[in-house]
């Protein structure tokens, strides 16, 4: 089992650019999460999927967009990147809801919006 | 004031001394989580516990649910401990959500 999977590892983008940050995992877990940890911060919660075909906002979710047409895939969108998404995103999954189950962490993806 | 705190902040210790890292938390959860995150960024699961204690290797997590409290302990620690550790809980009321304190870098000098 290769895990959770991410790529890009590192990113520079342009302000004003798009990008996908993509996220794969070969579990078979039902629940997957993205996160964004800024220097110094806790992890914060972007967006997370209980299932293909269902997502919902975490806290933060302003600028970003997801979706989850297969159980293995969770892509997040960046519209319209701004300096204040400059951070390092996790990706993570779980098989059952978090109070119930351990979280399995991707390697993470630097972005930098310049 | 953040609903997971997390002390000390940073820590620094000498290679075999004993190590508490503490998380209190101020709403009712579901489970408590304990991570590491490595000098270059992977973020693993050390333990998920709801009640008790557990122990693995020379780490150990209690939890008291009255009190909100959770302690991470590190026996013999080691300079391959150093890492940030982080504090996580599943609120009762959020589901599928957890909440991260900020974390506490270890540094274990050899």
Known sequence: ????????????????????????????????????QDPGMGLKLIYYSVGAGITDKGEVPNGYNVSRSTTEDFPLRLELAAPSQTSVYF???SYRRLGADT???????????? | KNEVEQSPQNLTAQEGEFITINCSYSVGISALHWLQQHPGGGIVSLFMLSSG?????????????????????????????????????????????????EGTQLTVNP
């Open chain 1, 1 to 36: 089992n290769a895990g959770v999977t991410q790529t890009p590892k590192f990113r520079i983008l342009k302000i004003g650019q798009s990008m996908t940050l993509q996220c794969t995992q070969d579990m078979n877990h039902n629940y997957m999460y993205w996160y964004r």
């Open chain 1, 91 to 93: 990706c993570a999954s």
């Open chain 1, 103 to 114: 979280q399995y962490f991707g390697p993470g993806t630097r972005l930098t919006v310049l």
């Open chain 2, 53 to 101: 204690k557990k122990k693995h290797g020379r780490l150990i997590a209690t939890i008291n649910i009255q009190e909100k409290h959770s302690s991470l302990h590190i026996t013999a620690s080691h300079p391959r401990d150093s890492a940030v550790y982080i504090c996580a809980v599943g609120e009762e009321t959020s589901g599928s959500r957890l909440t991260f304190g």
